[in-house]
């Protein structure tokens, strides 16, 4: 069944790429999101997922996929061959996140990273008056079926960025249906954010112009 919680978040990506973009999307599920940019943003897309139905899926969507493991490592992809790259709902069920961000920007200049917010306000609630492992509308796994192997709030994941090769260029935080440049109390509100990240080692006049064409799309 669709979801409609991928649904809206893949229309806060989409804002975010740049048209006619070279874009990966890692974890890609059945290349929906990838498929949009394509016909609607005139990017040049590849999708990689590792679950067999959904790369097949893919496939006959007619988008370019590769079927892989991440927690491999992206090794088959060619070094700098794409503008953005797309890690949607995904990162918490990598064995070592890290290690995949900072391979990230071997193979792009900017990313997209959405990410479940653990610390959101009903997760809180539920293991206060509960006891036991959450379960919402955006978390909707009981515990032993879960994908999600990492738990993470929109303040760990900005003590993850200062370990990384990359920084963050901007975090919304997303309440609702819409993600918000500034909002009170956002790691308490807030059931995921998005976050637009760009590698550090990008030069000065290069960074300039990267961060604005993130700041204008």
């Known amino acids: ?62 988008v370019p996929m590769l079927q892989a493991d991440m927690n491999q490592g992206l090794d088959e992809l060619p070094a700098q061959s794409f503008d953005f790259a797309i890690l949607s709902q995904t990162l918490q069920q ?10 990230i920007f071997r193979i792009a200049r900017r990313a997209l990273v959405v990410v479940p917010n653990f610390a959101h306000w009903k997760v809180r609630l539920q293991i206060l008056l509960r006891g036991r492992a959450p379960v ?10 879960s994908p999600n192997v990492h738990f993470l709030s929109m303040v760990d994941f900005r003590e993850l960025a200062n370990e990384g090769n990359f920084k963050i260029v901007r975090e919304l935080p997303i309440i ?4 918000v ?6 790691n308490w ?9 760009e590698r550090n080692s990008t030069d000065d006049s290069q960074k300039a112009t990267e961060s604005q064409q993130l700041v204008t799309a």
């Open 1 to 62: 069944m669709p979801d409609p919680r991928a649904a809206v978040t893949n229309d806060l990506i989409i804002r975010k790429i740049v048209e006619g973009s070279r874009v990966i999307d890692l974890g890609c599920g059945d290349a929906s999101l990838i498929k949009r940019l394509r016909d609607e943003h005139s990017c040049d897309v590849l999708g990689v997922e590792r679950d067999e139905e959904l790369f097949i899926r893919g496939i006959e969507s007619g």
């Open 94 to 103: 990598i064995d070592r996140p890290l290690d995949l961000l900072n391979e």
């Open 136 to 145: 919402t509308s955006h978390l909707p796994y009981e515990w032993y079926e």
């Open 176 to 179: 609702g249906s819409r993600a």
């Open 181 to 186: 440049k500034r909002a009170s109390f956002a």
């Open 189 to 197: 509100r807030a059931h995921s954010a998005l976050y637009v990240l």
